[in-house]
């Protein structure tokens, strides 16, 4: 037997080191399977107490049924299109805003509803309550929509609102007039069934949301302003029911939006001094430009999942994802990195992780035999929620580290900010609860909307804004927005009222139950 020598010293260390890692490795697996098959931050107030303020059913005659769809037809046949802020359709949102009062005449004569029109095609309600000291909330909507033309492929005309297998087409069916029609069909059921509500509440129809809403939303937002409003919440469109479009995901998840992402509209450009095309310099003002356009192409902005509320969409639908996904997913705290990078892998995805680029318009030349003196080049981005609008263009403008390129900003605004969503978020709750009347087998959860809607023009009128629409998109639907065959269900459309119907009389609630917190958190 040797006498122990260093080499046995130097063992006894190694083994030591091994099975402190050993240690370690087990007890993060072990908190990682304890979360996995335990973090369930989806409970919150379903079993609470709720006040009932919910005391008319949802029952429709085959008549109102009937008619339900009429008014909605109709409003899909008038093309509201948007093509640029200048140039809308007058002729056609003239003839909707007839249509509005003739399908509505409940809400339109109602003593409990002011209406006004706002630059001259949008539309402000203002629904009283019988309880004044109840902080009024707020529903929009809008009118307008984006072009479409039969030729690119529609299965049915898109302004025909044509019937196909209790489906009804039509450019509109699902943004956004869907919530248009929905929130006054379900108001003038309401009226008619004799309700009044306790909480006051506003109905904003913008006319130009496609075109950035400055025109429709920007000047209902001022008139508010004027008034001194302040709400207590604000819901547009955004997310939607996603029911397989997530991948891994086993069953449909109603995404709220608690937050968009910025912009920016950034131009580049290369001036040189022009000359003939037989003499050219080595290096051309395109040549330049195109270089810089590459390197933003080649180094996108950093991955940031895990840093906004994408982190929460995964946290609350994780118990609905399979196995590994299930792993993961409930573990961010350890996997943020792998899940990013597994984002990063499309750009459906990749979109929630970071601040994306995207080169749109490129510019130069006049003459097949002329130096072009000068190129220039649009890039658009979209902020993710952890970057600001002057940290992004700080990027750019070390990625582009060319001094001959000039870098300008067109039109930016940063990320908006994030609304609640705790057990103690009114807004947040009463949609949720509202969303889970209708809809009993949805799972829940915050989303991060990676496209704007008119609701960022209210950001000073209400802290939480919230995006949502009851609308229940399968696989390759969310491509019908803004694209072909853009159509939703009868029964979609139907409960589509029913949501809203339910909403607000759930608004009525004064507050919220007492947490009776099902959050097991390790
Ligand atoms: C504008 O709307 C009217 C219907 O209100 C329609 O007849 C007309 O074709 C529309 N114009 C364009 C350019 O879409
Ligand atoms: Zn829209």
Same mark, same amino acid.
């Given at each position: 037997?040797?006498?122990?020598?260093?080499?046995?010293?130097?063992?006894?260390?190694?083994?030591?080191?091994?099975?402190?890692?050993?240690?370690?490795?087990?007890?993060?697996?072990?908190?990682?399977?304890?979360?996995?098959?335990?973090? *369930?931050? *989806?409970?919150?107030?379903?079993?609470?107490?709720?006040?009932?303020?919910?005391?008319?059913?949802?029952?429709?005659?085959?008549?109102?049924? %009937? %008619?339900?769809?009429?008014?909605?037809? /109709?409003?899909?046949?008038?093309?509201?299109?948007?093509?640029?802020?200048?140039?809308?359709?007058?002729?056609?949102? !003239?003839?909707?805003?007839?249509?509005?009062?003739?399908?509505?005449?409940?809400?339109?004569?109602?003593?409990?509803?002011?209406?006004?029109?706002?630059?001259?095609?949008?539309?402000?309600?203002?629904?009283?309550?019988?309880?004044?000291?109840?902080?009024?909330?707020? $529903?929009?909507?809008?009118?307008?929509?984006?072009?479409?033309?039969?030729?690119?492929?529609? %299965?049915?005309?898109?302004?025909?609102?044509?019937?196909?297998? *209790? =489906?009804?087409?039509?450019?509109?069916?699902?943004? +956004?007039?869907?919530?248009?029609?929905?929130?006054?069909?379900?108001?003038?059921?309401?009226?008619?069934?004799?309700?009044?509500?306790?909480?006051?509440?506003?109905?904003?129809?913008?006319? !130009? %949301? /496609?075109?950035?809403?400055?025109?429709?939303?920007?000047?209902?937002?001022?008139?508010?302003?004027?008034?001194?409003?302040?709400?207590?919440?604000? $819901?547009?469109?955004?997310?939607?029911?996603? +029911?397989?479009?997530?991948?891994?995901?086993?069953?449909?998840?109603?995404?709220?939006?608690?937050?968009?992402?910025?912009?920016?509209?950034?131009?580049?450009?290369?001036?040189?001094?022009?000359?003939?095309?037989?003499?050219?310099?080595?290096?051309?003002?395109?040549?330049?430009?195109?270089?810089?356009?590459?390197?933003?192409?080649?180094?996108?902005?950093?991955?940031? =999942?895990?840093?906004?509320?994408?982190?929460?969409?995964?946290?609350?639908?994780?118990?609905?994802? *399979?196995?590994?996904?299930?792993?993961?997913?409930?573990?961010?705290?350890?996997?943020?990195?792998?899940?990013?990078?597994? $984002?990063?892998?499309?750009?459906?995805?990749?979109?929630?992780?970071?601040?994306?680029?995207?080169?749109?318009?490129?510019?130069?030349?006049?003459?097949?035999?002329?130096?072009?003196?000068?190129?220039?080049?649009?890039?658009?981005?979209?902020?993710?929620?952890?970057?600001?609008?002057?940290?992004?263009?700080?990027?750019?403008?070390?990625?582009?580290?060319?001094?001959?390129?000039?870098?300008?900003?067109?039109?930016?605004?940063?990320?908006?900010?994030?609304?609640?969503?705790?057990?103690?978020?009114?807004?947040?709750?009463?949609?949720?609860?509202?969303?889970?009347?209708?809809?009993?087998?949805?799972?829940?959860?915050?989303?991060?909307?990676?496209?704007?809607?008119?609701?960022?023009?209210?950001?000073?009128?209400?802290?939480?804004?919230?995006?949502?629409?009851?609308?229940?998109?399968?696989?390759?639907?969310?491509?019908?927005?803004?694209?072909?065959?853009?159509?939703?269900?009868?029964?979609?459309?139907? !409960?589509?009222?029913?949501?809203?119907?339910?909403?607000?009389?759930?608004?009525?609630?004064?507050?919220?139950?007492?947490?009776?917190?099902?959050?097991?958190?390790?």
């Amino acid at each position: 037997m040797a006498a122990p020598g260093p080499n046995s010293k130097l063992l006894f260390y190694v083994k030591g080191i091994f099975f402190a890692l050993l240690f370690i490795t087990l007890s993060v697996l072990t908190i990682a399977c304890l979360r996995t098959f335990s973090l *369930n931050v *989806n409970v919150g107030l379903k079993l609470a107490d709720w006040e009932k303020t919910k005391h008319i059913g949802f029952d429709l005659s085959q008549r109102q049924r %009937e %008619e339900l769809f009429t008014n909605f037809k /109709e409003a899909i046949r008038i093309p509201t299109v948007s093509y640029s802020p200048t140039d809308i359709n007058a002729t056609a949102l !003239d003839e909707f805003s007839r249509l509005l009062r003739k399908a509505f005449p409940t809400v339109f004569t109602s003593s409990l509803v002011q209406h006004e029109v706002v630059a001259d095609y949008s539309h402000l309600f203002w629904v009283q309550g019988s309880h004044p000291d109840l902080v009024p909330y707020m $529903l929009l909507a809008h009118i307008d929509v984006v072009p479409a033309s039969e030729s690119d492929g529609w %299965e049915a005309p898109p302004f025909s609102a044509e019937e196909i297998d *209790n =489906f009804i087409y039509g450019r509109g069916t699902l943004d +956004d007039k869907g919530c248009v029609m929905g929130i006054l069909q379900a108001l003038e059921y309401l009226l008619m069934k004799g309700y009044a509500p306790r909480r006051g509440f506003y109905i904003g129809l913008g006319h !130009d %949301e /496609e075109v950035s809403g400055l025109n429709g939303a920007v000047n209902i937002v001022r008139l508010l302003k004027q008034r001194n409003v302040q709400l207590s919440f604000l $819901l547009d469109e955004g997310f939607l029911v996603l +029911d397989g479009v997530i991948k891994g995901l086993n069953e449909p998840a109603a995404l709220i939006g608690v937050s968009e992402k910025g912009m920016a509209t950034v131009k580049l450009s290369v001036t040189t001094p022009p000359g003939h095309s037989s003499m050219p310099p080595r290096e051309s003002s395109i040549g330049i430009l195109a270089a810089a356009v590459k390197r933003l192409e080649d180094n996108p902005m950093p991955m940031l =999942f895990g840093q906004g509320p994408e982190r929460d969409t995964f946290e609350h639908l994780a118990h609905k994802f *399979n196995l590994p996904l299930r792993f993961l997913a409930s573990n961010l705290w350890l996997f943020a990195p792998i899940v990013g990078r597994l $984002l990063a892998l499309q750009p459906s995805t990749d979109a929630f992780s970071r601040t994306t680029t995207a080169v749109t318009m490129f510019n130069s030349g006049v003459k097949v035999n002329v130096l072009p003196s000068v190129a220039e080049a649009f890039v658009n981005l979209r902020i993710h929620s952890a970057q600001s609008l002057q940290e992004v263009l700080d990027l750019i403008n070390s990625k582009v580290g060319d001094q001959r390129v000039k870098v300008e900003l067109v039109h930016g605004f940063d990320p908006l900010p994030v609304s609640s969503y705790s057990e103690t978020s009114y807004g947040y709750q009463i949609l949720k609860k509202s969303i889970l009347d209708v809809f009993p087998q949805l799972t829940v959860a915050p989303g991060l909307c990676i496209a704007n809607t008119d609701s960022r023009h209210y950001k000073d009128l209400a802290a939480d804004i919230y995006r949502f629409a009851p609308i229940w998109a399968k696989g390759g639907d969310t491509q019908r927005i803004h694209g072909i065959n853009e159509r939703i269900s009868k029964q979609n459309y139907e !409960d589509m009222v029913g949501f809203y119907f339910t909403l607000i009389q759930n608004c009525d609630i004064k507050k919220l139950p007492e947490t009776h917190s099902g959050v097991h958190e390790f």
